[in-house]
């Protein structure tokens, strides 16, 4: 198979979708792999590298859009990249479509196969392939979220931890999933009082024996939500709905009660985010200010450390991109039902229930849709 990795093109994004060890891992079991130049210098992986991994280099993402069996990505495809795929093609990489009805229908219109790492599965329940990207944007919401509390920054000009004498802040976490723990994690160690919400008494109960009483589990309810977001200091949204757009869990209302210079961080910026006043920001200008509330709406957290994210990413979707490789898309999609659970879209069709509840598309289910169409 043709593997192509492009340069992703999104604003401070400089993750790639295959490192060099991916590219031999690849190369060794015969398939055949171009790169963009330069798609992996500005975290330290460059084209001499991928050279000697027996990558073939090009210079345009044109090159790749037009040859490629599979290009493998890191971001959504933009515009100009969507425009680009063709019937049959197989995309793999992040989309997040429930919240982005212009890509959907690019992919939809194209007619390729797309396949999205955020609704992958394992057997488990789990989400293989968002949970890295997950640890690595919990942990920065932290670290994003105690330099926006700074003054300079639009914050009240709170230190997390406080110091003897002072109180620390205090952080809200909606949500106890990967996000909410490994913010909570960071959060605890820099000596915040910290809580989090959770609607899953098991989840909590887990928590609540990992961290040993040094933070507090609260089952979420729109009063128990209303009570810890208005005293909280920095606020994580943290909640996901595998596939579909968040639920708006902190109301505009809401926010106008919060405290003056308090900060929110919404992790689930990427599909939708789950506060009603968020909006997508970018690294380049990563916050912005409603009521008072400075708000950290970056929709790429990871890429802010592209290096970590990259490596953590690629170690988790290359045995996939090898199945699909060595497989071709259709068997390793009829032989893993975790995989089969990541295709979005099919010649035309969207095979993702959630997206297509979301964005009013005829839904057809992915096991029918490989047998629909040969």
Known sequence: ????????????????????????????????????????????????????????????????????????????????????????????????????????????????????????????????????????????????????????????????????GVAPAEVAIIGGGVVGYNAARIAVGMGAKVT?????????????????????????????????????????????????????LVTRDMLKQMKNGAVIVDVAIDQGGCFETSRATTHQDPTYIVDGVVHYCVANMPGGVARTSTFALTNATMPYVLSLADKGYRKALQDDAYLLEGLNVYFHKVTYKAVAEALGYEYLQARQALDWRF
Not at 133 to 143: D, Y
């Open 1 to 164: 198979m043709l593997i192509g990795v492009p340069k992703e093109i999104k604003n401070h994004e400089y993750r790639v979708g295959l490192t060099p060890s991916g590219v031999r891992e690849l190369a060794g079991r015969g398939h055949q792999v171009m790169i963009q130049k330069a798609a992996g210098e500005a975290i330290g992986l460059y084209d001499e590298q991928y050279l000697n991994a027996g990558a073939v280099l090009v210079d345009t993402p044109e090159e790749i859009f037009a040859m490629a069996d599979m290009v493998v990505k890191v971001k959504e495809p933009q515009p100009t990249e969507y425009a680009q795929l063709r019937e049959g093609q197989l995309l793999f990489t992040y989309l997040h479509l429930a919240p982005d009805p212009e890509q959907t229908k690019g992919l939809v219109e194209s007619g390729c196969v797309a396949i999205a790492y955020e609704t992958v599965i394992d057997g488990k329940g789990g989400l293989p392939l968002l949970a890295p990207m997950s640890e690595v944007a919990g942990r920065m919401s932290i670290q994003a979220g105690a330099h926006a509390l700074e003054k300079a920054q639009g914050g009240v000009g709170l230190l997390m931890g406080g110091v003897p």
């Open 196 to 248: 989090i919400l959770d609607r899953s008494l098991s989840r909590l109960n887990y928590l609540d024996s990992l961290f040993q009483g040094r933070l507090n589990t609260i089952y979420s309810t729109v009063d128990a939500l209303e009570e810890y977001a208005l005293k909280a200091d920095l606020v994580i949204g943290a909640v996901l709905i595998p596939g579909a757009a968040a639920p708006k």
